[in-house]
């Protein structure tokens, strides 16, 4: 990140922008998930962010193999905070190479922006990928707590900590593999 030198108005003005941000939600389903649009964050966020003096400049430039995609939120002051997010380029089925293009700088300026601005716009899938698993491994143990010891194991659990460990990193992923 490459910030002004002095931060404290656009620090100041930052702190009240983010008790007046909404939260904001999804607003879109695609690709396998619900996501908070470019548009809807710029239309949220734009009127307050004005109001406390700052604007959003966003640019794009190309590099070797793909595009970069700088946000800068610039104060009346002159101060500013700015970053810069790189993506590949990227080839979509159904789509020429400039909606391609297209597709990867709205997805690039939603990211930089929301970051930028501590917005989430994805659904946190986290909690449901834990809660799956721990599924999974609780299902893992009551069929491996089934299953005989042999002569002289001592105990379910020194026996079968290594299988269950293993058959839990096999399901995993054969469930991705399923899943592409």
């Not at 100041?12 to 607003?27: H, R, S, W």
């Not at 721990?134 to 299988?163: C, M, T, Y």
């Amino acid at each position: 990140m490459i910030t002004s030198e002095k931060l404290t108005d656009i620090t100041t003005a930052l702190c009240e922008v983010q008790k007046e941000l909404p939260t904001l939600g999804k607003d879109k389903s695609g690709y396998g998930y619900k996501y908070l649009t470019l548009d809807n964050i710029i239309e949220s966020v734009k009127p307050i962010l004005c109001k406390h003096g700052i604007i959003i400049i966003q640019s794009v430039s190309e590099k070797e193999n793909g595009i970069i995609i700088t946000t800068r939120l610039q104060h009346i002051s002159g101060e500013y905070f700015q970053d810069s997010f790189s993506l590949p380029k990227t080839e979509m089925k159904g789509v020429n190479n400039v909606q391609a293009l297209g597709a990867s700088i709205t997805y690039g300026r939603r990211y930089s922006l929301s970051a930028m601005l501590n917005i989430a716009t994805d659904e946190d899938t986290d909690g449901t990928i834990k809660q799956s698993t721990e599924n999974l491994e609780s299902q893992i143990i009551a069929l491996l707590k089934s299953q005989p010891l042999p002569n002289g194991a001592d105990g379910w659990e020194k026996f079968h900590v290594n299988r269950k460990q293993d058959l839990l990193k096999y399901l995993l992923s054969a469930g991705k593999a399923q899943n592409k």
